[in-house]
């Protein structure tokens, strides 16, 4: 299998502007995440699916972020507009399993200017 | 209080030493526990996973698990250089099963 994949790797942009991240993530898994990690904040959970519904938002930080899950294997985290602070990187992962370990993406590292 | 926390490090080992890291919870009620060991410029991975009391080996890895006193701890042996990375713990909570808590995360650092 290869694994959760996202999208870009990395991406700079200005302050102002849209910024979307892709994540995919491993065939089979009905649970994906995505998470941002800081090194003031650590790991934090952003916002979870379950079978392409989102379960909990609770963790994204304001409405200038978004998620959505189209199908079963392709999930986008837009940031309109993007700011400074929302620099970090930002991470994917999935699970097949309710309580079970997850798996993450190699991570998109974020440079808001 | 933290859900989860972790002492920061950094912990320094002697190469061939154990290294041992440790973690407490929060939520009484957590039913899943992981370690995750993640390296500089690089996304969390999965060594670890444990759900009941007691040990859990493999190869030179051993996780400890004690509900009662909500401790979740990490035993590495024969440490090797290749061993230094920041090693994350994390829990299940019991509302949402499916929500993993990461503590904050140790550094362990193994000296030639």
């Known amino acids: 299998d290869a694994g959760v994949i996202q999208s870009p790797r990395h991406e700079v942009t200005e302050m102002g502007q849209e910024v979307t991240l892709r994540c995919k993530p491993i065939?089979?898994?009905?649970?994906l995440f995505w998470y941002r990690q800081t090194m003031m904040r650590g790991l934090e959970l952003l916002i979870y699916?379950?079978?392409?519904?989102?379960?909990?938002d609770s963790g994204m930080p304001e409405d200038r972020f978004s998620a959505k899950m189209p199908n079963a294997s392709f999930s986008t985290l837009k940031i309109q507009p993007s700011e400074p602070r929302d620099s970090a990187v930002y991470f994917c992962?999935?699970?097949?399993?309710?309580?079970?370990?997850?798996?993450f993406g190699p991570g998109t590292r974020l440079t808001v200017l | 209080q933290k859900e989860v926390e972790q002492n920061s490090g950094p912990l320094s080992v002697p190469e061939g030493a154990i290294a041992s890291l440790n973690c407490t919870y929060s939520d009484r009620g957590s039913q899943s526990f992981f370690w995750y060991r993640q390296y500089s410029g690089k996304s969390p991975e999965l060594i670890m996973s444990?759900?009941?009391?007691g040990d859990k080996e493999d190869g030179r890895f051993t996780a400890q698990l004690n509900k009662a006193s909500q401790y979740v701890s990490l035993l590495i042996r024969d440490s090797q250089p290749s061993d230094s990375a920041t090693y994350l713990c994390a829990v299940t909570g019991y509302s949402s099963a499916s929500k993993i808590i990461f503590g904050s995360g140790t550094r362990l650092s193994i000296r030639p």
């Open positions: 065939s089979g898994h009905d649970y």
């Open positions: 444990i759900y009941s009391n």
């Open positions: 992962a999935s699970t097949a399993d309710r309580a079970g370990a997850q798996y």
């Open positions: 699916f379950n079978n392409n519904v989102p379960i909990d």
